[in-house]
């Protein structure tokens, strides 16, 4: 819960950002605290990234090419190709836009990258009082996720066995679908039954509260966190600030 309060308010921050600078400080920080306190394996880190940086190119390519010509057409022009005009200023609303998408995309990396997702639902259910029939009917059915993979390889392995080979490409794609759905349907509704029957024979849903065996609670190194995090996020703004890098919010230019 404390890193996604922390994750919350940073996500704020960066979404009313007008300036490449804030989400660039940011991206640097966040990376460091994964390599640094997350020890999350660089090789890891890197297949998370690329997806991202793919999306942020993409918000830099195309954005200078959608921007509204009245914003920038007073910058000088950068480049022209018949009907198609690409200002400076339109360079550099890319640039700050492709930032700002891999400032908030790489904000929830801390969080997703070293949270159990189990833990999270637990906490949300006894920390923020989210029903739990709605919190452990969620944890039950991500249980299902690694059960329909190993069912799935489990069958592709026994039509191999029995000498069912398809063809490459889309079309193999397809054909290895139409035959993997129903087997893979039925063993979903076969779990799906035992999982229902395993709750109600737990009284799931008979009572307003439920005990737990695991206790969610707030220490000192979560207060501590969660204080230490805001502090250097204050810290970064203020350093932008002194070096004339942090442009107004957004919420600033619309009063």
Same mark, same amino acid.
């Given at each position: 819960m404390s890193k996604f309060l922390i994750s919350l308010v940073l996500f704020v921050f960066i @979404?009313?950002?007008?300036?490449?600078? &804030? #989400?660039?400080?940011?991206?640097?920080?966040?990376?460091? @605290?994964? !390599? *640094? =306190?997350?020890?999350? #394996?660089? %090789? $890891? !880190?890197t297949k998370v990234? *690329?997806? @991202?940086?793919?999306?942020? &190119?993409?918000?830099? +390519?195309?954005?200078?090419? !959608?921007?509204?010509?009245?914003?920038v057409q007073d910058t000088p022009l950068f480049f022209q190709l018949g009907g198609i005009r690409i200002f400076q200023g339109g360079l550099e609303y890319g640039f700050t836009t492709? /930032?700002?998408v891999l400032g908030l995309l790489t904000i929830? /990396?801390? +969080?997703? =990258?070293?949270?159990?997702?189990?833990? +999270?639902? $637990?906490? /949300?259910v006894q920390q923020w009082r989210l029903p739990y029939r709605?919190?452990?009917?969620t944890l039950a059915a991500f249980r299902f996720v690694p059960m329909l993979q190993t069912e799935l390889s489990v069958i592709g392995a026994a039509h191999r066995v029995r000498g069912v080979n398809g063809a490459h490409g889309w079309r193999g794609a397809y054909e290895r679908l139409r035959r993997y759905?129903?087997? !893979?349907?039925?063993?979903?509704?076969?779990?799906?039954? $035992?999982?229902? /029957? &395993?709750?109600?024979? %737990?009284?799931?849903?008979? +009572?307003?509260?439920?005990?737990?065996? %695991? $206790? @969610?609670r707030f220490s000192v190194a979560d207060w501590l966190f969660m204080v230490l995090a805001l502090l250097l996020a204050v810290a970064v703004m203020l350093a932008l600030q002194a070096l004339g890098l942090l442009? #107004?919010?957004?919420?600033?230019q619309i009063l």
């Open positions: @979404m009313l950002t007008t300036d490449p600078w &804030a #989400p660039l400080a940011f991206v640097i920080l966040n990376l460091v @605290m994964l !390599l *640094w =306190l997350g020890k999350i #394996p660089l %090789r $890891r !880190l990234l *690329w997806p @991202m940086l793919l999306v942020a &190119a993409a918000f830099l +390519f195309i954005y200078p090419l !959608l921007v509204r010509q009245s914003l492709a /930032l700002r929830s /990396l801390p +969080f997703s =990258l070293t949270t159990d997702s189990a833990d +999270f639902i $637990r906490a /949300l709605i919190g452990y009917g759905a129903v087997p !893979l349907l039925a063993t979903a509704i076969r779990q799906a039954e $035992r999982t229902a /029957l &395993a709750m109600d024979g %737990r009284a799931f849903g008979a +009572f307003p509260q439920r005990t737990y065996f %695991r $206790r @969610m442009g #107004p919010l957004a919420f600033l």
